[in-house]
């Protein structure tokens, strides 16, 4: 039976991604990463993704955008197994920004140039996409000669959130983008995900251990506790107040072990 094609009783038969008894080991972990995810993404939603460090949050989104395979279970983009897919269209469409952007000695213009001259665009519409997201990222112009160790880690985060953007991604992935922001940057960063959610239908899965942070974002939450699913819920159906306790709980009462490549 193909499975993308029958989901499990209760599952939409087409949300944009789907994991199905999801697992990553690894030799040097006593225990698994991740182990038997099994939720669903549909195209549009605004997913946080939370946990206490070392739940698997980052091998998550790394296993979404295929920096690493899982070691069992199947996780399906649009009914399509991932690892079916040709790595560069599916890094077109599937955006991750790690929390420590890197530049790889480029400047700024040829780093948020690159992804489009992969794709061989016309320089003109490179030129335009560029322009597009300086702004609303509120990175100057004068930012785009820069190297590295010219900016700030704010900056550098920035940078790397419009990288991603200037594919114009169908699923965007998010690792604590906000971490290296200041109040005012964290809630334009956010307005401006909550429009290209609403008018551009984007996908964004959003890992973070703010939980308001989350709770002001998301259509969906997911909860990660040692590699496990531990909540799959409708944000209007979250008890926030008890997840925070619980996250919070967690974080002072436990000496997790860093599991996060």
């Not at 594919?167 to 995900?193: G, K, M, N």
Request: with cysteine; glycine share 4%.
């Amino acid at each position: 039976m193909d499975r993308a094609q029958h989901p499990r009783p209760g599952v939409s038969p087409d949300p944009l991604l789907r994991l199905d008894q999801v697992s990553l080991r690894t030799r040097l972990a006593q225990r698994p990463i991740l182990q038997d995810l099994c939720f669903s993404v549909q195209a549009g939603a605004r997913v946080a993704l939370v946990g206490p460090s070392g739940a698997g949050k980052t091998s998550l989104l790394r296993l979404l955008n295929r920096l690493s395979d899982p070691s069992d279970g199947v996780i399906y983009l649009g009914g399509q197994d991932l690892r079916q897919l040709p790595i560069q269209p599916l890094r077109q469409r599937v955006a991750l920004v790690q929390q420590e952007t890197k530049l790889l000695q480029a400047t700024v213009r040829q780093s948020l140039l690159y992804p489009l001259q992969l794709r061989q665009l016309p320089e003109r519409e490179q030129t335009a996409r560029l322009q597009a997201w300086l702004s609303p990222l509120d990175l100057d112009a004068d930012l785009l000669e820069r190297s590295e160790p010219q900016l700030s880690l704010g900056q550098r985060q920035r940078v790397g959130l419009a990288r991603a953007l200037i594919s114009e991604p169908t699923l965007l992935l998010l690792d604590e983008p906000t971490a290296a922001l200041d109040a005012a940057h964290s809630q334009q960063l956010l307005t401006l995900l909550l429009g290209l959610a609403q008018t551009e239908g984007t996908t964004v899965i959003l890992a973070s251990h703010q939980v308001a942070l989350a709770q002001n974002f998301c259509t969906q939450l997911i909860e990660l506790r040692d590699g496990k699913l531990a909540q799959d819920t409708p944000a209007a159906a979250v008890d926030w107040p008890k997840t925070s306790e619980r996250l919070a709980s967690l974080a002072t009462s436990r000496d997790w072990d860093d599991l996060e490549a």
